[in-house]
């Protein structure tokens, strides 16, 4: 293992670049803030992921780095909906990285109010906040695995239209338009893997007066065939609900009830 020499003004140097790449969520733990605040000048980045801005620790100048685009979102790696943050290289749109944010109660605290400016969540995640902390944003490590399921090359992106029988596990890729027309329009859409039937399509289940079953009233109106399988307590099963009730059917139920 090679071994490094390091003395003392060396070690204040390496420090203070640490101090500045803190706004990436890179830091020294339990280093005195001194050592961050004497060095001014910090070296070149080389290696690891562009930074989205440095601060100097000292006088808490902000630099952007307009190559690097920060979005704040929220984290769909388990139930918890944590706020996320997300780095994107603004050329080729490419993720670079996913961390906490600094918005959200379940990465920081104290966490920023919704109206504090970008500026000051780069200020709050570096020691040059001024306000005598480090709000830090931070997000799990499966939160951070989010970006392999981005970047993953399985990842199904566009609609899987079923292309065998029930189980075959054969499946082809259509269109959004298409998706869009057999859903709502139905039709023998199954022909290919030699299924010879007709499938009701929206238009021909939206229908709020006429009975489903007149022998058996309770089942309510034709339209409560359409049933909305899935969804989440993040937004999903809002928009889920909202739309199958709009349908005419009362046939929603989210994750957990499957
Ligand atoms: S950051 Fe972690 S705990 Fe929070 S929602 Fe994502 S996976 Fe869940």
Redesign the pocket.
Known sequence: MERFNLDRRSFLKAAGSIGALSVAGVGLVGQPRSAYANEGAFPEQKYGQPLEATVDPATGKLEVNEEVVVRYSA????????G?RLKLDRQSGRLISVGGNPYHP?CAYPFLNFDEPLSEAYLSMSYASGKGNLTRGT??G??QA?QDVYSQPDRITVPLKRAGKRGEGKWKPISWDDLIREVTEGGKLFLDAGEDREVEGFLALHDTKTPMNPDQPDLGPVSNQFVMLGGRGDGRTTIGTRFTNCFGSLNQYGHGAT
């Open positions: 984290c769909l790696g388990c139930y918890s909906s944590c996320s379940s997000s799990c499966r939160g989010t």
